[in-house]
């Protein structure tokens, strides 16, 4: 991690301030509330300081890609609440309280066997790519006596590269999912390819957001299927646009990612 960061606490307000008005306007301009659409915080470049401004702000809702990053910095963050809670959470001047918890979203790609580390941890994971991954969960849960919340991943755009499910394969395997008692099917994750064409990135959001319909028509996941989580700093305010109730924002509001870092 690098510790120096040109973005300090004024800037991340600022851009909290400025993106929050970007999702409420795209939310509007689709027929929807401002509140209807949630911002995942992606911090996997951010500074431990810039993700306490964030919770400061009294955000709740945070991402991460990696498992030992996540498991870290939930702790962390966990030591930082508890102690400002234990101020009596009314330190004079501040305008926000602190949320009582956080919630974090395991947004990457997830290994099997790192199931166990990370389902404690989070609230829900979006990058559920394959069967196997998700009756790798399931065992867990039945396991631990609990119901994992998920999201399918699913590869709309059809490149090599990006995990997912193939999108003709997305209802079957869907169904399936939907029988593993210990699992709660939320909705679907999706990605857009690496593009300036907003054009194909549009595409490929409606793409994803007809799958969603698609399921949700069939009754798949029943009421819990709800989540339609797809955009990043990028391409957010199109993902909006084409349905997205979900989005997952990490440049837009901590700046670049340090070159000398690997993530
Ligand atoms: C890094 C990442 C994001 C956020 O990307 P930004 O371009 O920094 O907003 C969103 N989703 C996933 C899966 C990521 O890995």
């Known amino acids: 991690m690098s510790t120096e960061h040109l973005v300090g606490p004024a800037e991340v307000r600022q851009s909290y301030q400025r993106v929050s008005e970007r999702v409420a306007n795209a939310a509007i301009r689709s027929g929807r509330r401002p509140e209807d659409v ?18 400061d702000l009294g955000h709740t809702d945070l991402g991460e890609n990696r498992v030992q990053q996540l498991t870290q910095r939930a ?14 959470n009314a330190v004079e001047g501040e305008a926000h309280p602190v949320p009582e918890r956080v919630r974090w979203h395991m947004i990457g790609h ?24 998700a009756e790798e969960l399931h065992a867990f849960g039945a396991r631990t006596d609990q119901v994992i919340d998920i999201l399918m991943q699913v590869n709309v755009s059809g490149e090599v590269s990006k995990h997912g499910v193939a999108a003709p394969a997305a209802i079957h395997v869907a169904e399936q999912i939907d029988t593993m008692m210990h699992l709660r099917l939320r909705g679907i994750m999706c990605m857009a390819p690496f593009t300036e064409n907003s054009d194909e990135t549009r595409s490929v959001f409606s793409r994803a957001a007809s799958v969603y319909h698609d399921i949700r028509s069939e009754r798949i996941g029943g009421n819990d299927f709800t ?15 084409e349905g997205a109730n979900v989005i997952r924002i990490g440049r837009a509001l901590f700046g670049e990612a340090d070159p000398n870092d690997d993530n």
């Not at 962390?76 to 101020?87: D, I, M, T």
């Not at 339609?228 to 391409?235: A, E, R, T």
Request: hydrophobic share 45%; no cysteine; aromatic share 2%.
């Open 227 to 241: 989540v339609l989580s797809m955009g990043m700093s990028n391409d957010f305010e199109i993902a909006i646009e």
């Open 75 to 88: 702790a962390q963050l966990e030591e930082y609440l508890s102690r400002r809670r234990s101020l009596g």
């Open 38 to 55: 949630l911002m995942v915080a992606v911090t996997k470049n951010a500074s431990p300081d810039q993700i306490r401004t964030l919770v």
């Open 110 to 133: 997830l290994q099997r066997n790192k199931v166990k580390q990370v389902v404690p941890v989070v609230d829900l994971i979006h990058g559920v790519d394959s069967l196997r991954l």
